[in-house]
């Protein structure tokens, strides 16, 4: 049941071991957009043994804490979806009062174009980011 994925999940990985992969999202908008991805293909949490599951939460964790400290957001979304692609995947996305989208969620009506400004501010912080999540994930 468990093979492992066929390609690397999409975007860049900021960190990787046998089990799991954290992933930066190249979503418009949305810098520090990150995926906590199960290599191996699993469709669903529940089919993880508890501890597998509690691995990929606390990297979970290790994401949402780390933009917390690095991008100060208004709020973090959390979600697993996979309905297009059924795989153990979690969604961390740090989320802004002025983002195209708040307080909608990022696939709902769009609010307002977001200032580039603000978003050029959280884009440089990519790579303290990156780095946090690395170090975070040493411990997760």
């Known amino acids: 049941m468990c093979t492992l994925l066929a390609a690397p999940p999409a975007g860049v990985v900021i960190w990787s071991d046998d089990a799991l992969s954290v992933v930066a999202v190249d979503e ?13 293909h ?15 939460m606390r990297a979970v964790w290790a994401v ?12 973090v979304n959390v979600a697993s979806f996979g309905n297009m692609t059924p795989h153990v995947h979690w969604h961390v996305i740090p989320r802004y009062a002025d983002d ?15 200032s580039a400004a603000a978003v050029a ?7 303290e980011l990156h780095a946090t999540i690395r170090e975070r994930m040493a411990d997760a």
Do not use: I
């Open 28 to 40: 418009p908008g949305y810098p520090g957009f990150t995926r906590v991805v199960w290599n191996a």
């Open 42 to 56: 699993v469709k669903e949490m529940t089919d993880l043994s508890p501890a597998d599951r509690d691995r990929v």
């Open 64 to 75: 949402e804490a780390a933009q917390r400290d690095v991008l100060a957001p208004h709020k």
């Open 100 to 114: 195209a989208h708040f307080p909608n969620p990022t696939w709902g009506a769009r609010q307002r174009d977001p």
């Open 121 to 127: 501010v959280r884009t440089a912080l990519l790579a």
